[in-house]
């Protein structure tokens, strides 16, 4: 096994952020997880099999062929053969992938892939389970969360400036009234985002198979009240210690 930094938390705690930059920094590779999980739901999402029907989950299991490849650094999934990698970030995915992440055939296949990776180069991985169950040894493991209040807000804000993006590229269009192109806070919306992550904290933290739980050799990081360069540099300086 190469050097390994395991990052797990919660959704929209900024582990994914974080833990790219750390990687570009140490010059290692950075392996999503997360991303893995989506590809599997976008998989049964496709076939027409309902997340929540555990028994179909497993028996298609063996249908995904669900690979890693990385492109001027970025990681790229491939589901079947076919890249998916800009299809993965959607909420309804997420939601999806939270739910089949639950069963065991199809968490042993990633979890396979996932030590297949950091077998052959050194990793900065995130996820919910590195620490605990993927990566038992990595030299470094971090806990990183936030408020809830605070990933919702962080999460609106990424969705009212995509918006923002798709409107800008169809100018013209842009209603008067849109709360995203005038940075007023949508509360209803908001609440509904906070609503989504305490469900989706809840659904990882309470399945039977590797939940999402801190180490207990990993240290505790609350992204609250840090910028994204805050939370790399603290890393960074944990990394110092660990492997000094
Ligand atoms: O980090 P993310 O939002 O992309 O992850 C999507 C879902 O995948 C998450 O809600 C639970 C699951 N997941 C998991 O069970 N284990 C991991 N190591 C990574 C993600």
Redesign the pocket.
Known sequence: MGMAIAI?GP?GAG??TIAKLVAKKKQWIYV???????AFALYYLRKGVDPDNEAQIAAQADGADIRISYKDGAQVVTLNGEDVTGLLRTEEV?NA??KV?RVGEV?RKLVEL?RKLAEDADVVM?????GTA?LPNAQVKIYLTADAHVRALRRYRELAEKKLEADKATAGEKKETDKAATGEIDEAALAKIEADIIE?DR??MTRAI?P?TQAKDAVYLDSSALTIDEGVEKILSVCGEKTA
């Open positions: 797990d959704a582990k994914s999503d997880t997360g991303a893995m999980y989506r997420g992938a939270s992440s968490r996932q995130d996820g919910r389970d590195i993927v989706r659904q990882d590797s999402l």
